[in-house]
């Protein structure tokens, strides 16, 4: 039997409330669908407001453009992490400084955020690594107080994950989401952003509609874009919203079967995970992982390695002289191991076998 390293999971309920929806009349356009997904999302949250996009790129680049971040400002933003990140400041305008990385939480390392602000610095991109946040997060909310700085919290694979009693997300000024294939839930794409701030709201709500202040009405207030969400998506989000619960203690669960099987076994680091975290990717560093790579692939057992840090890609030549030791080590040493909701003990433990073989 197969085991994909990913799988988004959908059922009956989905397929059920996609049908009474496309014959019950509805556009597919953003509306009252949209505005259920928001709510359910913000209440689960526990923010005032949310506000759903296209997709987590998007809702990155909105959040840079609600705070007017642009043409010759910097964003800190860590060396290793889903290029989306740096795109989304690029994108803006901005210009991303690379910071490197904390081994441990896979955050951004403090004594680089300090190295690296400037005058020209506007804001922190924080990113939650498979949900986690390192013990430090205060300071670095604190050295953004303390220089004027918006913290964006790039919280794409965190969606369940709490630190501290909070949920990821609501610790800078805004948070943003993905809800693409592999993430906990999906809707196939689609992002959103949560935040306290009302001001805010109503700027994201403008930006992701050409600017306007209501919807059908062609007056322009500001400059925006087609960002827009569907509530066709929405309804699949809606249900699998009401799936989150039940995922997040199955995520917990799975990387405790994989911690149970694996933290023994020489040549393998189990990046710590707390209880506040349900890992989106289940993750481990390796002295080789490649032998685990083919190893099982041979048992049709499928694999990922990290991200490349940012530095080593062409887009991002310019920082190819700086170093980045930690992201640097991640980058080559880390892999994603099978992590869909759907896997048993049974199968933790095959692959398992297969990775102490290798």
Excluded at 74 to 88: F, L, R, W
Excluded at 118 to 126: C, D, F, G, N, V
Excluded at 196 to 215: A, Q, W, Y
Excluded at 218 to 226: L, T
């Amino acid at each position: 039997m197969k085991i994909n390293q990913i799988e988004p999971s959908f059922d009956e309920k989905e397929l059920g409330a996609v049908i009474e929806y496309l014959t019950s009349g509805g556009w597919m356009t953003e509306f009252k669908k949209t505005t259920e997904l928001e709510k359910m999302i913000a209440d689960y949250t526990g923010t005032k407001h949310c506000v759903m996009v296209a997709n987590g790129t998007v809702s990155l680049f909105c959040a840079l453009k609600a705070y007017d971040i642009g043409a010759g400002d910097e964003v800190i933003c860590p060396d290793y992490t889903m290029i989306a990140s740096p795109n989304a400041i690029k994108l803006a305008g901005a210009k991303p400084v690379l910071v490197d990385i904390d081994r441990e939480s896979l955050c951004c390392d403090m004594k680089s955020i300090l190295d690296k602000t400037t005058k020209k610095t506007k804001a922190i991109m924080l990113v939650s690594i498979n949900g986690r946040y390192p013990d430090y997060v205060d300071a670095i909310m604190e050295h953004a107080y303390s220089e004027n700085l918006i913290v964006i919290e790039d919280a794409a694979q965190s969606l369940g994950c709490t630190f501290g009693g909070t949920h990821v997300g609501n610790i800078g000024h805004v948070g943003s989401f993905s809800f693409s294939m592999p993430k906990i839930i999906s809707m196939g794409q689609g992002g959103c952003l949560i935040t306290d701030d009302i001001e805010i709201d109503k700027k994201l709500r403008m930006i992701k509609d050409f600017g306007r202040t209501k919807s059908g009405i062609d007056q322009h207030e500001i400059m925006g874009w087609n960002f827009k969400y569907t509530d066709l998506q929405a309804v699949i989000g809606i249900e699998q919203m009401k799936k989150l619960p039940e995922r997040v203690k199955k995520k917990k669960q799975i990387y405790q079967w994989y911690k149970d099987n694996l933290e023994e076994v020489e040549g393998i680091d189990l990046i710590e995970t707390s209880r506040e975290v349900a890992p989106w990717f289940m993750d481990i560093l390796c002295e080789d992982r490649y032998d685990i790579i083919e190893n099982l692939k041979t048992e049709d057992i499928a694999t990922r390695p990290f991200y490349p840090a940012i530095h080593t890609q062409p887009p991002y030549a310019e920082f190819k002289d700086e170093k980045f030791p930690n992201a640097s080590y991640v980058a080559e040493h880390g892999l994603w191991l099978p992590s869909s909701v759907t896997l048993t003990e049974d199968m933790v433990e095959t692959i398992c076998d297969a990775i102490k073989e290798a």
